[in-house]
């Protein structure tokens, strides 16, 4: 089997499972066998080089086999497999003061392991805890906010019936599925954490005020291209613009744009453009306060991080040059937009 088939036969694994852990390690060998180096897969996945490292050894051996929960080589776990679910559940779905620790709410590798120890009278070191918890696909991270309005039912349906069928009707009925969202970047954009020097403080200048560059952006799911306008304001004549903008940047072929619920995405103003060209676009809507099933919403974060974020900026217009940069940059490489982005839909 050459690489490029025993590549192809992973993305199908990696296409066909719903479990995340298994995804993650069907993605890790995906990108080793499409030419990633390691450092740049431990970036994709957000996962350690231990981790990376501990997938490609196990899949050398034993192949998509050695993949399977369990099959890893290393000690004898001192948990079943069925405590390892449970422990993982717990962890990730209920607070410490909700399993019994009163007074604490966020877990820590100490109550953890005092967790174990009360449960199944086992006994790990905080470093053993950290280890178990990587491997039952558990990450030390900082929560986001959900909005509450959120309907859990129709972001279902949306996942699980709405989008497989527009993937089914790519390069058929339709020849572009676009996410499309707006994003404020401001001057004093949000400080993150960077290495630094011990015991101090990187400082970030700031003028204290609140100007920022408004854009407008689409994610292409299946090429990874991705295509972003400027704007002074955010209404539904920029909106027209911007639509007109995409039938240029795509003169053939049916566009579906998937996109959320904003205002300006249902304006009268758009509603005759959108008729004239319905042939050529249609606006597909998430369900109401769902920013997590917009793709696109990814490629901010990730401009955010990599060029915004802890970066004093005198001028909007320098703002603007490093995010056209940004764009450029990740073009060269479409592969790793669409395995950073695309493959979680």
């Known amino acids: 089997m050459t690489q490029s088939e025993e590549a192809m036969k992973v993305l199908d694994a990696l296409k066909a499972t719903d479990d995340r852990r298994m995804f993650e390690r069907y993605q890790v060998i995906h990108l080793q066998l499409m030419g990633y180096n390691q450092k740049d897969i431990c970036s994709i996945v957000a996962r350690s080089n231990k981790t990376v490292s ?49 007074n604490h709410y966020n877990w820590t590798l100490s109550i953890i392991s005092d967790f174990i120890q009360r449960e199944w009278k086992q006994t790990y070191t905080l470093r053993g805890v950290s280890r178990l918890l990587e491997d039952l696909g558990l990450s030390y991270t900082r929560p986001t906010y959900i909005l509450k309005k959120a309907d859990l039912i129709k972001q ?24 499309e969202d707006e994003s404020m970047i401001r001057d004093y954009q949000a400080i993150q954490c960077s290495w630094f020097l011990k015991g101090k403080q990187r400082l970030i200048p700031t003028y204290g005020q609140h100007r920022g560059a408004k854009l407008l952006g689409t994610l292409n799911y299946e090429t990874g291209e991705v295509f972003v306008a400027e704007a002074h304001r955010y209404d539904a004549k920029v909106f ?10 795509y003169p053939d072929g049916k566009i579906v744009m998937i996109l959320d619920n904003a205002r300006i995405h249902h304006a009268k103003l758009i509603q005759p453009f959108l008729e004239e060209n319905k042939a050529r676009l249609q606006l597909v809507f998430l369900p109401p306060y769902s920013p997590e099933l917009n793709l696109v919403e990814g490629f901010w974060k990730w401009m955010k991080e990599t060029v915004i974020n802890n970066v004093f900026y005198a001028k909007v217009q320098d703002i603007l040059l490093n995010v056209r940069k940004f764009v450029v940059d990740i073009g060269r490489n479409p592969d790793t937009v669409i395995n950073r982005l695309c493959l979680r839909m």
């Open 240 to 249: 027209l613009e911007f639509l007109k903008l995409v039938l240029l940047k």
């Open 54 to 102: 501990s997938y490609i050894k196990s899949y050398r051996e034993n192949g998509l086999k050695g993949l399977d929960m369990g099959k890893s080589p290393g000690a004898p776990r001192k948990l079943t497999e069925n405590q390892e679910h449970e422990l993982v559940q717990i962890v990730a779905y209920k607070t410490p003061h909700e399993a019994g620790f009163e």
């Open 156 to 179: 279902t349906e949306f996942k699980n019936e709405t989008f497989p069928a527009l993937k089914k009707l790519l390069n058929g009925d339709i020849d572009h599925i676009l996410f």
